[in-house]
């Protein structure tokens, strides 16, 4: 199991205990280092250490030129293989390496995007994400990593209604997504981005599809899992999301973009509550829980109005509008998201394309939505 970018990124200028990482994530290797820069040269002093012994399996100090940092990252990489004995390890660097850029303001632009989405992902730090990755395209085309963090980020505006997103966001992202292939079809993001698109035009089952080439490139890549728990749901499996996403949350456990996590349970447990044939004993169950882990993504996300229209939702459809809690979250609605009254703006919504050839049993869990949301109207928008 490979610990994902967006956790490591959270022991930046921090003290690290291997002892400890290795109790909380179960990792069995750490990679520490530090960075300096000193004129035009690029020094890095890295270390790899075995965590059960917490004895360290190499350290050694390494230079290179700016103008060329790659050399850099394949001598470390190197280090690694060999001291792990992993030749996957070398032969992937080799494919990195031989698509590095020539235009080292194109690359930095990309790892600054990187970097905003690692940080929290937010209306403006995908905006930001997004205005670098577009300069870092321009001035350097030939990178499929940009081009498919683009079509991502495009995708994900999209989504959330966010950054004036409109439909011309599907188009700019299949174009990067058919760019990045050309490169290098084997980039698992690419892949990603195209579950995205596919998931926007009602495709699940290629959505699908293109979420399992991805996990066949990297089995542990978070983005990859959790688009494939959205998909199922989709598709009617959403008895198989819980799985997915305690996976991605074990492989991501201070992910950028926790509340994801708990809107694709809440979501998962409101379609299974609402799916025909669940006997009458579950259904306030699975209600509770979906209860439970909408309002924590509210919590964690308190920007996505979906997420507190299905909260408002599950309470009315188990009576429990009279409750304090539900009370909050139907003035908190109020008050956020004036914009988005049950009619007709959430009525429209729920008739996108990408709702239309569903499952059955998603389909009946958007009624439902509506139906709940109907009963709350008096306290709505």
């Not at 690029?42 to 012994?53: M, R």
């Not at 025909?276 to 996300?301: F, M, N």
Request: glycine share 4%; hydrophobic share 40%.
């Amino acid at each position: 199991m490979v610990i994902a970018r967006a956790t490591a990124f959270t022991y930046k200028g921090k003290p690290v205990d291997v002892r400890e990482i290795r109790q909380e994530f179960g990792v069995r290797y750490i990679l520490a280092g530090t960075i300096r820069r000193s004129g035009t040269r690029v020094q890095a002093n890295a270390e790899l250490i075995d965590t059960s012994s917490t004895s360290s399996l190499w350290a050694e100090w390494l230079q290179a030129e700016l103008t060329d940092p790659f050399e850099l990252q394949e001598a470390v990489t190197d280090r690694i293989a060999a001291s792990l004995h992993l030749q996957l390890i070398r032969a992937e660097n080799r494919r990195s390496i031989a698509e590095r850029t020539a235009d080292l303001d194109a690359y930095d632009l990309r790892l600054r995007a990187m970097a905003y989405l690692i940080d929290k992902v937010t209306p403006k730090n995908t905006l930001a994400a997004r205005r670098a990755l577009e300069t870092s395209v321009a001035r350097d085309p030939d990178s499929a990593e940009a081009w498919g963090e683009l079509a991502n980020v495009l995708m994900i505006d999209l989504f959330r209604d966010w950054n004036n997103a409109t439909k011309e966001n599907v188009v700019r992202a299949e174009e990067a997504v058919q760019k990045a292939y050309a490169i290098d079809r084997s980039l698992p993001l690419a892949h990603v981005a195209e579950a995205r698109i596919r998931r926007a035009k009602g495709d699940h089952q290629g959505a699908l599809e293109a979420c399992d080439e991805a996990l066949q490139l990297d089995r542990n890549l978070t983005e990859a899992l959790v688009q494939k728990a959205f998909v199922l749901v989709f598709l009617g499996r959403a008895k198989d999301v819980p799985p997915l996403v305690e996976t991605a949350m074990t492989l991501s456990p201070r992910d950028p973009d926790p509340g994801n996590f708990y809107w694709l349970l809440g979501r998962a447990y409101f379609t299974l509550a609402t799916a025909s044939g669940t006997p009458p004993e579950a259904v306030a169950k699975r209600y509770h829980d979906a209860i439970y882990w909408l309002q924590k993504s509210v919590q964690e996300s308190p920007d996505r109005w979906y997420v507190r229209a299905h909260l408002i939702s599950a309470y009315a459809l188990t009576g429990r509008l009279g409750e304090r809690e539900a009370k909050a979250t139907l003035n908190e609605y109020r008050q956020k998201f004036k914009d988005w009254p049950l009619d007709p703006n959430i009525r429209n919504w729920a008739s996108q394309e990408r709702f239309r050839d569903a499952h059955p049993d998603f389909k009946a869990t958007i009624q439902e939505l509506l139906r709940g949301l109907q009963v709350a109207q008096g306290g709505f928008p």
